[in-house]
């Protein structure tokens, strides 16, 4: 089944211990992505990532940091969390003439 | 800046009546592609319909449909004979053809009630 899977599912941290999202498609998409979706503000890019070792900055990349090594894997990493970044997380990827986004189910994270 | 405007954040429509969702869109782009997104209370987000901006004509996809209006920057959906599984949020989104940033609206949340 094609899909977009994301690690893990439900998150409580506290502020300043690193965690990192796992991110993992199985659709040899060449584009993946990060966002974040908070009340009132839709979903907002973190970071984007054309194809492997290649990343980019969204509109909200701060306090946060992705790696590309695998054209199926972006992980996402949280070095030091702050309750600011209290959010539900997407995890999406598209092929490269699609334009469509194929989104996992959501990380829910909790810093507290 | 390319910006995406839901100005309903709430709306509610009974079982088997037709509404209408509102999603205007500001750029300078001429080629680019137009989306619907349905968030249920699972949290999963849900490709309802997409449209290109070449395509004059307005996408269709069973009981939902848009209107398409290039000049205007308008890209309303329309569901029609509402279900109660209608109900989530919804989310406008634009992508062009020159950037790689999927921009979403703040979203309208949708009720559908017997």
């Known amino acids: 089944e094609a899909q977009v899977t994301q690690n893990p599912r439900y998150l409580i941290t506290v502020t300043g211990k690193k965690l990192t999202v796992t991110c993992s498609q199985n659709?040899?998409?060449?584009?993946m992505s990060w966002y974040r979706q908070d009340p009132g503000l839709g979903l907002r890019q973190i970071y984007y990532?054309?194809?492997?070792?290649?990343?980019d900055k969204g509109d909200v990349p701060e306090g946060y940091k992705v790696s590309r090594k695998e054209k199926r894997n972006f992980p996402l990493i949280l070095e030091s969390p702050s309750p600011n970044q209290t959010s539900l997380y997407f995890c999406?990827?598209?092929?490269?003439?699609?334009?469509?986004?194929?989104f996992g189910p959501g990380t829910r994270l909790t810093v507290t | 800046a390319q910006t995406v405007t839901q100005s309903q954040p709430e709306m509610s429509v009974q079982e088997a009546e037709t509404v209408t969702l509102s999603c205007t869109y500001d750029?300078?782009?001429?080629?680019?592609?137009l989306f619907w997104y349905k968030q249920p209370p699972s949290r999963q987000m849900i490709l309802v319909i997409r449209?290109?901006?070449?395509?004059?004509q307005n996408a269709t996809e069973n009981r939902f449909s848009v209107n398409f209006q290039k000049a205007a920057k308008s890209f309303s959906l329309k569901i029609s004979d509402s279900q109660l599984g209608d109900t989530a949020m919804y989310f406008c989104?634009?992508?062009?053809?020159?950037?790689?940033?999927?921009?979403f609206g703040t979203g309208t949340r949708l009720q559908v009630f017997p």
């Open positions: 750029t300078s782009e001429s080629n680019y592609y």
């Open positions: 449209q290109e901006a070449y395509k004059q």
């Open positions: 989104a634009f992508i062009s053809y020159n950037t790689d940033k999927l921009i």
């Open positions: 990532s054309m194809n492997v070792e290649v990343t």
């Open positions: 999406a990827s598209s092929p490269p003439d699609g334009y469509e986004q194929y």
């Open positions: 659709m040899n998409h060449e584009y």
